[in-house]
């Protein structure tokens, strides 16, 4: 089981604050840093200083860190155009070592659309996989050839495919709770499927799901990472749990149902139920990142034991 802090910037965090955590990250032997793309703050938070674009922010860590994975945890559709965004993660993946990969959704949140003047189409999921053929293709296209596209969505004639990640393949991380369509994506396109903010058996039910897909595209379904995504609250003791719970404005007994929250051994079992239905890597949403002592306590007492 593969653990990843996964980080929510849009909240409030400078470049800085980032770093510190990816640097904590990776001293503490956690496997990946992910972090969110969003430009505009949610819930009861002030947001100050403000958003920090995602691949900007990755192409820093990829240069101030050595071992761990970077990525995110969902790239939107909407944000960029596809032949832009092959060229930008290809150039973070380079110059990261290899070390990127991409998590791609279609776009959700439409105050950040409207607060920013970037177009909220309504049909999104088109665009989703016109942007996941193109993004795969440009990368998969052999040097010295070039690549062509004609969809609905996008149209690309000629195109160089320039330039080529550090890494053979970048991994590509799709998620969601759709049950057709987003199965069937992540069959075609995906190295690793998501399941964000889910109990056991919703996931189990979303995984069950995806393989079939892979399976029917004539796919080995074991090639599929399965993960899960949780916000994590663990504490030495009750009190030490309650006062990071209201740390990140939430409930202890609302953490524990929706979220990994208690003690070391709490966290580990709850860990071990989502192993028991497919999951094999973690995205902890780490919420108060100034408290890098919660990062230690989840690498000795957690991490440890997985």
Known sequence: MDLRIF????????????????????DLGFDAFFRSD?????GEVDGLPGPTDAWITLAGLARETRRIRL????????????GVLA????????????????GLGA????EEHTAYGIPFPKEKFGRLEEQLEIVTGLWGTPPGETYDFHGTHYDLTG?????????????VLIGGHGAQR?????????????????????????????????RAAGRDADELVLSNALVVCVGRDDQEVARRAAAIG??????????????PAEVVDKIGRYAEVGSRRFYLQVLDLADLDHLELIASQVQSQL
């Open 38 to 42: 969003h430009y505009l703050k949610m």
């Open 107 to 110: 776009g959700w949140f439409e």
């Open 182 to 214: 987003t199965p069937r994506l992540a069959a075609r396109y995906a190295d690793e499927f998501n399941m964000p903010f889910s109990s056991v058996e919703d996931s189990e039910r979303q995984f069950g799901r995806v393989r079939e897909a892979a």
């Open 71 to 82: 990525g995110t945890l969902m790239t939107a559709a909407t944000f960029r155009l596809p």
């Open 7 to 26: 980080t929510e910037p849009q909240q409030g965090a400078t470049y800085d604050t980032l770093l510190t955590v990816a640097k904590a990250t990776e």
């Open 250 to 263: 939430r409930e202890v007994d609302e953490l524990r149902t929706n979220g990994l929250a208690g003690s």
């Open 159 to 171: 195109s160089p495919a320039l330039p080529k990640p550090a890494q053979e393949k970048i991994p």
């Open 87 to 102: 060229i930008q993660v290809a150039q973070v993946d380079q110059m990261s070592g290899g070390r990127v990969e991409l």
